[in-house]
């Protein structure tokens, strides 16, 4: 009997073709379960992507609404302060501030503390003298609030007391100058202007003095002031103002002032939205680019007859309904309200769903009443927050869908595997069969051959 030695040699069937045939067959329902879970992961990957654009837009919305307690006009209140004389002062702004213009006379400015060691010392040589003691303490303060620096023999030089000096924070800054002898002196600076800023010496600490060696001079007498500390003279409206400094915080409602010269100038404060147009316009574009993915994602292409990932999916349609709503309704609060609505402000859908500001129609709005655009603001902004926080909780809509799709695929994992090893066995019956046809064929084929050739010998002879 011939010895098979490929499947097909013996018989001339093509096993090869027969059982990839027919395995064909048998992976047409693990194709349409791989295809299937291929759609499921799709979705999930669709579903992260709209989640993600919702908390973008959960973001801006947040942006718009007033903190707890705080009123609308509050929180969006924007004004900037400028001054026909730039050079004298610089003025910054709070919600607080009232718009009017106001003078302001700047006759002197804030002076600030210096202080110097009577003594001089050459580089590297000691300055403290300890006694018997292993510390002393250097106490600095400002405001009657004290701040003890502790000094050791490791710090018995005019860097290491400097050193101490700065670490501590204490309300001056200390820095060494050297003349043209070369000696060292170490001067301290008040860290801010006015007679608040001074800074007192005192404590247990004594410096030597190298003109007599054994009569060291106590911290409270060891420097000398080079510069007294002054307040700043400025009148407002007429009005002599009460200063620590050359920064003004409490004169005018909501302005700061920061003095850099004297003269005279005035100030303007006007309400200034550009802030709050702003996180509008970052809110109308997170919301506009949710509506183009809502609108992709959905999709249905009618020449193709194919759908998007989310197509017919409830979860879309369910998102869509909800910030549709929150957009396109009109919140409880404003019930009673002199604007009521976006629309009313310059906010205002076109007709692809994208949402539109036009900001003259807002400027005219907020002009007319800011109160009342503030409040419509605030309204919708936290609207979209609740809306937004509750599509993006994990028992949310856009969750809960996510989570069924992933068991599922999971699922279908298992299911998947299960079924290639069913494959595996009955690919391995249909060659084991064929194998078995072919030999036998090819067995009969040789018999065949043999009693042919015999009958052929009969005949003969």
Excluded: C, H, W
């Amino acid at each position: 009997m011939a010895t098979i030695s490929s499947a097909g040699i013996g018989s001339g069937i093509n096993v090869e073709s027969l059982v990839s045939s027919l395995m064909s067959v048998e992976k047409q329902p693990l194709t349409k379960l791989q295809s299937r879970q291929t759609s499921f992961e799709s979705k999930i990957s669709a579903l992260g992507s709209l989640k993600s654009s919702i908390s973008t837009l959960q973001t801006a919305a947040k942006a718009l609404t007033p903190a707890i307690g705080q009123s609308a006009t509050a929180a969006f209140a924007g004004f900037k302060a400028s001054l026909a004389d730039a050079t004298i002062a610089t003025a910054t702004t709070s919600s607080t501030a009232v718009a009017g213009t106001y003078s302001l006379e700047v006759t002197a400015l804030a002076t600030t503390q210096r202080q110097a060691l009577g003594t001089t010392y050459a580089a590297g040589d000691p300055v403290l003298d300890f006694g018997t003691d292993s510390t002393r303490t250097l106490t600095l303060t400002k405001g009657g609030t004290p701040v003890d620096i502790t000094l050791d023999s490791s710090q018995n030089t005019l860097s290491g007391v400097r050193d101490a000096i700065n670490n501590a924070a204490a309300g001056v800054s200390a820095t060494i100058v050297t003349d043209t002898s070369g000696k060292q002196n170490l001067l301290l600076t008040a860290s801010s202007g006015g007679t608040a800023g001074a800074v007192s010496i005192s404590g247990t600490a004594t410096f030597i003095d190298p003109a007599a060696p054994g009569t060291p001079i106590a911290a409270s007498s060891a420097f000398t002031q080079t510069q007294a500390a002054t307040d700043a003279a400025v009148k407002i409206q007429g009005v002599s103002i009460a200063t620590t400094g050359n920064t003004i915080s409490n004169a005018i409602d909501g302005v700061t002032l920061d003095l850099t010269k004297t003269g005279t100038t005035t100030i303007t404060v006007a309400r200034d939205n550009t802030d709050l147009k702003s996180k509008l316009d970052t809110f109308i574009t997170a919301y506009n680019s949710i509506n183009s993915s809502l609108k992709s994602l959905g999709a249905y292409n009618a020449a193709t007859k194919t759908g998007a990932v989310l197509n017919g999916d409830s979860t879309l349609r369910s998102v869509q309904s909800q910030l549709r709503t929150a957009v396109g309704g009109s919140p409880d609060s404003l019930s009673s309200a002199t604007y009521k609505s976006l629309s009313e402000i310059g906010i205002s859908f076109q007709t692809d769903g994208s949402l539109k500001l036009d900001g003259a129609r807002f400027d005219k709005a907020a002009s007319a009443n800011f109160a009342a655009t503030a409040a419509v603001i605030g309204a919708y902004g936290d609207a979209l927050k609740t809306t937004t926080t509750a599509l993006l909780a994990t028992n949310g809509v856009i969750s809960s869908r996510s989570d069924g799709l992933s068991s599922s695929v999971k699922m279908m994992s298992r299911q998947i595997d299960s079924f290639e090893t069913r494959l595996t066995s009955i690919e391995k019956t249909y060659r084991a069969k064929f194998t078995a046809l072919d030999t036998a064929m090819a067995s009969m084929s040789t018999t065949s051959s043999y009693l042919t050739q015999q009958l052929s010998m009969l005949s003969n002879y």
